[in-house]
């Protein structure tokens, strides 16, 4: 190490940043936020307004302003979900045995 340059320390992701940081219910805060981050990506794709996009998902403008601010905690997974049936995507749940180490939840898209 060269003189004056400090070491940064790091450390490797898990993948799921809600688990890095300790949060108990990881596994859903990050379904979630991958839930909403593909909502937003469907909506700015549409270039649509936010009352245009209040109108189409039947939520508040605010709610919108929320959505689109990447605000994931203030809707559920169901709404998110219904979201993506607002926007004309099809949601497919499939349910399987949990092997160790995997996720509870995930989200996968096509």
């Known amino acids: 190490m060269s003189k004056g340059k400090a070491k940064i320390e790091f450390e490797e992701s898990s993948g799921n940043v809600f688990a890095d940081l300790g949060f108990e219910d990881a596994e859903e805060l ?11 990506q469907i909506l700015k794709a549409r270039n649509l307004k936010q009352r245009e996009i209040a109108d189409l998902l039947g939520i508040k403008q605010a709610e919108v302003s929320h959505l689109m601010n990447g605000h994931f905690s203030r809707f559920s997974m169901d ?23 995997e996720p509870y939840h995930q989200v996968a898209f096509g």
């Open 30 to 40: 990050q379904a979630r936020g991958m839930l909403g981050f593909h909502v937003v």
């Open 79 to 101: 709404k998110l979900v219904d979201f993506l049936k607002c926007l004309d995507h099809k949601i497919t749940i499939e349910i399987s045995p949990h092997q160790q180490g």
